[in-house]
Every structure is written in structure tokens, then in C-alpha cells.
């Protein structure tokens, strides 16, 4: 049996489909891995103190309410009055969620509390009565409500816990 000019093209374009797509998964694997490295360092930052633009913050002092801020943080640190961000715990977001009957439910939420331990936000919608506990894992996608910006709920809850660490009310 021998093999023709056409079985050696069709061999040579089989063989080069294979390494493209083998490059191709390559590179992708690449990209998805920096993708995730990148993830974990902005992870680490976060639960190291740092606090990152897309999380909505306050002004005030690094201690509880009524502390003044410490001689020994750096004048760069200090900005303003004393004062400087600090993470707004209560914010006002526009959540998108899964209740429990498994509809998708679009509402403005003001928090007033991060329960950590049971893993909940409880707040309050534009209506009286409107009282609201959403499971963190139910929670689709989240805006800041004033100014439409991303909302990274896992982020900000990382960012709360390193601000109540700090604080000394973990």
C-alpha cells in the first residue's frame, strides 16, 4: 500500500490542526492561570488592609468612633482632618439575587448589617416595610446604587472582616 500525495497533505494538515489547537489550549491556560494569580494577589491585598477603589468607603479614623488617629501612621497615610478611608459597611447597592423560589429579583438595598458568621446582608428597600436578609451565595451581581460602579460582594465582605479585625470586633 502506498501513500499519495493527497494522504501526506491531509497527514500534514491533521498533524498542524493538532498544534495549532494544542497552542491555542496552551496560551489559554496561560491567560486563565495570570487571570487567577491576579485574583489571589488583589485577595491578599484586600485581607492585608488594603482597600481597593471599587469598594465604597467613609471617612474616618483607623480605631473605633471617637479614637484619634495614631502619631505613628505616615503623613502620606494621613489625609485631611486625621481622617482617611475607611469601608463604608453600610452601603447602598443595587443587588440582583435568587430568592428562595428561584426567581431572579432586581432591588435597591440599603445595608444595615453584614452578618459574617451566618454569611448574610440585612437591609432595608426604597419602601417602609421592605426589611430584607440575602444569603451572600444567592447574590448574583451587585452596583453601587448612586453611581452604577461594580460591586464585588466577596471583596467588600473581606474588606469589612480586615476592618473589623482591626477595629477589635471580630
Known amino acids: 500500500m502506498s501513500i499519495g500525495p493527497a494522504h501526506w497533505q491531509l497527514l500534514i494538515a491533521v498533524l498542524t490542526g493538532a498544534l495549532l489547537l494544542a497552542v491555542a489550549m496552551w496560551g489559554w491556560r496561560r491567560v486563565a492561570m495570570r487571570r487567577e494569580a491576579e485574583r489571589r494577589i488583589e485577595a491578599a491585598r484586600v485581607r492585608s488592609g488594603h482597600v481597593p477603589l471599587e469598594i465604597p468607603t467613609v471617612r474616618g479614623g483607623p480605631g473605633p468612633a471617637g479614637d484619634s488617629v495614631?502619631?505613628?501612621l505616615p503623613e502620606w497615610f494621613i489625609q485631611g482632618k486625621g481622617e482617611h478611608a475607611v469601608v463604608d459597611e453600610t452601603p447602598r447597592i443595587r443587588v440582583r439575587y435568587v430568592d428562595g423560589h428561584d426567581r431572579k429579583i432586581e432591588c435597591v438595598l440599603q445595608v444595615d448589617h453584614l452578618d459574617l458568621q451566618k454569611k448574610l446582608?440585612?437591609?432595608?428597600?426604597e419602601l417602609p416595610g421592605d426589611a430584607?436578609?440575602?444569603?451572600?451565595?444567592?447574590?448574583?451581581s451587585a452596583r453601587i446604587a448612586d453611581s452604577g460602579q461594580r460591586f464585588n460582594v466577596d471583596t467588600w465582605v473581606d474588606a469589612v472582616r480586615v476592618a473589623r479585625r482591626r477595629r477589635g470586633q471580630a
Not at 121 to 125: E, K, L
Not at 132 to 140: E, F, G
Request: glycine fraction near 12%; avoid cysteine.
Open 70 to 72: 495614631p502619631d505613628t
Open 121 to 125: 446582608i440585612i437591609g432595608h428597600g
Open 132 to 140: 430584607r436578609r440575602l444569603q451572600l451565595h444567592r447574590i448574583i
